[in-house]
Each structure stands twice: as structure tokens, then as C-alpha cells.
């Protein structure tokens, strides 16, 4: 562990740019800082979980954290890093969805510890109460538009041809305005982001430079892409959510196994509380022993403990068994879908499976695992037939719903890796 938060920020690969005398303030006094979290979803994604888990290291090494719910600015929406206008949400939309990502943020933050607890705030509760014309006197006319446009993230979005709405291009005063706010209500000195916030933090240090005459600081993080240049926390499935009901633990552990062989050090970096030597070691093994993927092994396990816990550690580890013959017990029906969503499948009638059931031979012939009944009483007398990944013996063997996993799934198997899920259908 490093002596300070900026040199463990540094060693990190996560100091992309401050403003001046961050590294001072944040290697020799203890500050309150804050990251701001829009609500446009029910969730956090693992995009968000950068930011997330910086607050949290710094809440490490004695600063204390904010969490800010935009329930305010998320009514307006930030243009950083969009190429067009966002949909602005309902209240109703904006509440609902910060119920959500305020469990999952104390799932990262401390929020018990007596010296610098953790603390989650609304900017509604002050933004929904300024009038509009208190705003344009008191914030905006500390702001010239030269000054605004010169900004990244309004900046590209007048270059294109659908430009950039009044609404959007206000963003940047509402946050502005927030860190005044938690400068004056919470001693809050220092904010920090993504890369593409930075924007939207130095307007903030300004604005408390010249209401207040005091110094605030800035630090962003590098945005995170892949090695090879495309989105990181994107799959060809959509993005990589917190909850587990838009994201199962099983799916968010396989996307962190499957991460390059080109990220996952630098990943380590990011997203778990590994120290230098224990990544260093990783490294290590990902040059020696490639093949093995203990570097990724160990990145899934850490944030998805993170996130999920323990208990979904064991659980999706298991569920990763499974497709190298691995047991299923223990695994429910959405655990079996997650698991088997890529293989190929056959839909069959429950009431085929009520009764005497289906023959076995019939079965495999019907969802084409095998051409005809001879060959299936072959691969079957070979001793090459599974289902639910036990071994079939008996050429007469009859399919009913006890064979089945809470009445929905069937798992077929040929050989070591030929897999089939059979969907019955009520």
C-alpha cells in the first residue's frame, strides 16, 4: 500500500489529469471529496464502477467520500462524452431509479466507519429549490459563453449538425454549482471524475475561486477502453450492469474471465484492492503460464466478491464448471439459461414428458443431436450421452419432467463438450 492516495492513484494507471496542488492535498491533509452519479438507469454499470471504486480507495487512506444521486442534474443530462441529446427522464423515472443505485453504491462505500463515514446526497434537494432567476444572478453570470463553448464537452457537440439544446448546454453551471454547494455545506475541497468531466470540475473550482476566494481541486481519471480500441463494459449482449437482475452474477464473472490477456493486468489495477506485489505476481504468471488465465480467474473472483459477494463467487464459479461437465446441482433454471444462452436449442411440449415420458433415443433425434435412433443407441451403449451432465447407460432410457430443472430446462450432452438445451414449453 502506497504512503499517500495520489501515489497509489498513480501507481494505478488512474491520474489522467488534476488540477493544481491535488497531489499535495491529497498525500499530506484529509479532505472531503465527491464524485456525481446520474441516475439514468436503475442501475450503476461497470462504467460507473471506476469512479465508484476510487472513492472508495480514497475512503482507504482517510478522505472522506460523497456519493451525489443527481436526482437534480438527471433531469437535465450531461453532454459529456454523448453525441446527441439524451432523453430527459420523468421525476417519477429519476426517484425509482435512485432507489437502485444507491444500494449499490453502499455496497462499495463504507458507511459505518467512525472517522470517515461515506455519505450518498441528493443534489435535488437543492437544485429543485433555486429559482431560475437566483441561478442566472448568483451562478451564470460568472460564466461567459466563451468560456462554456471552449469546453470538450460542449465544444463537440456545436461542431455537429444537430448542435447542442440550451437545457444540455446548462450542465456544466447546475455542477458548478453542486460543488459550490457541498464547498459551503460540507467543507468539500475536491472533486473528482471521469476524463470527460474534467470540464464540468475545473467551472466548479472556478465558481468557488471567485464567490468564496478559496481554493477546490480536480482529478479525473483516464476513460477505460480495451486494448483493441472498442467500449469497455460493451458486449455483444449489451452493457455490463451492478444489479443482478439486469446482469446475473454468472454473466458478470464470465465477462471479467474473458477479459484480454492485453487488459487484465491493468484491469487489476482498476477495479480490485490487490496491492502492487500481488499484481506484479499476476503479471508474472500471465507471461509465464498464459494458458491458465490466473490473472483473469482472479480479477473475476475480486469484483465479483465486490459487487455480488462471496456466496456469488461459489455460485458462478460452479455455473463455469458446469460446461466442462461439472455438476448442476445446487444451479436454478436461470443460472441453466445464462450458462447455455449460446449453445443450440430445441423447444418441446411439457405434456411430451407426462406420462411414460419420451425415449431418450427419441429425444436425441428430435432436437438433432443425433441423425437417427441407431445412432443414438450407439452413442449411448458408448457411453457418450449425458443429460444434466450424468452419464446415460440404458438404450431403453425414458425423459420425464423429474429429469427436468424446475420444469423449464433440459441439459443433452454428446462427448465432452457437445451441448444442447432443450426448453420445455408449458
Not at 452519479?37 to 469512479?51: C, E
Not at 453532454?79 to 441529446?85: L, V
Not at 464473472?253 to 491493468?266: E, G, M, S
Not at 441453466?336 to 419420451?358: C, H, L, Q, Y
Amino acid at each position: 500500500m502506497s504512503t499517500n492516495a495520489f501515489d497509489e492513484l498513480k501507481w494505478r494507471g488512474l491520474v489522467y489529469d488534476h488540477t493544481e496542488g491535488a497531489p499535495d492535498i491529497l498525500s499530506n491533509q484529509k479532505v472531503t471529496v465527491y464524485n456525481g452519479f446520474d441516475p439514468t438507469a436503475d442501475s450503476l454499470h461497470i462504467g460507473n464502477l471506476v469512479t465508484l471504486m476510487q472513492l472508495a480507495r480514497l475512503q482507504r487512506y482517510g478522505h472522506t467520500p460523497i456519493a451525489i444521486a443527481g436526482g437534480g442534474t438527471g433531469m437535465i443530462g450531461d453532454p459529456s462524452g454523448k453525441s446527441s441529446e439524451r432523453t430527459l427522464l420523468s421525476r417519477e423515472q429519476i426517484e425509482a431509479n435512485l432507489v437502485g443505485i444507491q444500494k449499490e453504491m453502499a455496497m462499495i462505500l463504507d458507511f459505518e466507519v467512525k472517522s470517515n463515514p461515506a455519505r450518498i446526497i441528493n443534489n435535488a434537494d437543492w437544485l429543485n429549490n433555486i429559482s431560475f432567476m437566483d441561478f442566472l444572478r448568483d451562478v451564470g453570470k460568472h460564466f461567459t459563453v466563451n468560456y462554456m463553448m471552449a469546453k470538450d464537452s460542449v465544444k463537440s457537440r456545436v461542431d455537429r449538425e444537430s448542435g447542442i439544446s440550451f437545457t444540455e448546454f446548462s450542465y456544466m453551471l447546475l455542477q458548478a454549482y453542486d460543488f459550490l454547494h457541498l464547498f459551503d455545506h460540507q467543507g468539500c475541497t475536491m472533486q473528482t471524475g471521469g476524463s470527460d468531466q474534467w470540464g464540468n470540475i475545473t467551472a466548479g473550482v472556478e465558481l468557488i475561486r471567485k464567490l468564496r476566494g478559496e481554493k477546490a481541486f480536480g482529478l479525473v481519471y483516464p476513460l477505460i477502453t480495451k486494448a483493441d480500441g472498442s467500449k469497455f463494459g460493451k458486449t455483444e449482449s449489451g452493457t455490463i450492469w451492478l444489479s443482478p437482475q439486469r446482469t446475473s452474477p454468472y454473466r458478470f464473472y464470465q465477462f471479467w474471465l474473458n477479459t484480454d490477456d492485453a487488459d487484465v493486468i491493468n484491469y487489476l489495477r482498476y477495479f480490485t484492492w490487490l496491492n502492487r506485489e500481488e499484481v506484479a505476481e499476476l503479471d508474472v504468471a500471465l507471461l509465464e503460464r498464459p494458458h491458465l488465465r490466473e490473472a483473469q480467474r482472479k480479477l473475476a473472483q475480486e469484483v465479483t466478491q465486490l459487487v455480488h459477494g462471496e456466496t456469488a463467487v461459489t455460485k458462478a464459479e460452479k455455473a463455469s464448471a458446469v460446461l466442462f461437465g461439472g455438476d448442476l446441482d445446487g444451479l436454478d433454471a436461470g443460472d441453466i439459461r445464462d450458462i447455455f444462452a449460446d449453445v443450440p436449442s430445441s423447444e418441446v411440449a411439457k405434456n411430451e414428458f407426462i406420462g411414460e415420458g419420451m425415449a431418450l433415443v427419441d429425444l436425441l433425434t428430435l432436437t438433432g443431436v443425433e441423425q437417427s435412433k441407431g445412432a443414438a443407441k450407439r452413442a449411448v451403449q458408448g457411453g457418450g450421452i449425458y443429460i444434466n451432465n450424468q452419464r446415460v447407460s440404458d438404450t431403453e432410457q425414458v425423459v420425464t419432467m423429474t429429469d427436468s430443472i424446475e420444469g423449464q430446462f433440459m441439459v443433452l450432452r454428446k462427448g465432452k463438450k457437445k451441448y444442447h438445451l432443450v426448453k420445455v414449453l408449458a
